[in-house]
């Protein structure tokens, strides 16, 4: 079982988030148990703007398990039609093409997403298993 990981659970344990550290934590900690952890492309830019250098962001990814991953065409196409679903549908441009980006790499390349951002992902990726550290 391959679990992506968002952004928002990464930032919770790096800055640390003094509400949601220790849970997402344990989430990584669990999902890392149960078979690969990656993150796709997007994900790794959010994070670079934390790091001090590359090398520092690419250790602690490897100190976790955590692998980089390319997003695929089918991937890249499911995002694209859930930002034109979302756009149809009125949404505004305060989700940007990241977030589904985001989302068509997990609904494509993995089995499900670590994130809080789950009503969003569960409106535009529908099948696409979320998990909550917040609500274990």
């Known amino acids: 079982m391959t679990t992506a990981i ?5 930032l919770d344990v790096f800055l640390p988030d ?7 934590r344990l989430a990584i900690e669990k999902y890392s148990q149960l078979g690969g ?13 934390w790091f001090p250098s590359q090398e520092n ?17 089918n991937g890249a196409f499911a995002a694209g039609r859930a930002w034109k679903k ?19 790499h997990a609904f494509e390349q993995a089995s499900q997403l670590l994130s809080r951002d789950r009503g969003f992902y569960k ?5 696409l ?8």
């Not at 298993?129 to 274990?136: A, G, H, L, Q």
């Open 6 to 10: 968002d952004t928002n659970i990464l």
């Open 57 to 73: 962001l690419d250790g602690i990814l490897k100190e976790l398990g955590i692998l980089v991953e390319a997003i695929s065409q």
């Open 86 to 104: 979302y756009r149809q549908s009125g949404g505004q441009r305060n989700r940007i093409m990241t977030d589904f980006l985001i989302g068509g």
């Open 18 to 24: 003094p509400v949601f550290e220790r849970r997402s």
């Open 129 to 136: 298993k979320i998990v909550d550290p917040s609500k274990e």
């Open 37 to 49: 952890l990656v993150i796709a492309e997007p994900v790794y830019a959010e994070l670079s703007a």
């Open 123 to 127: 409106s535009y990726f529908a099948g």
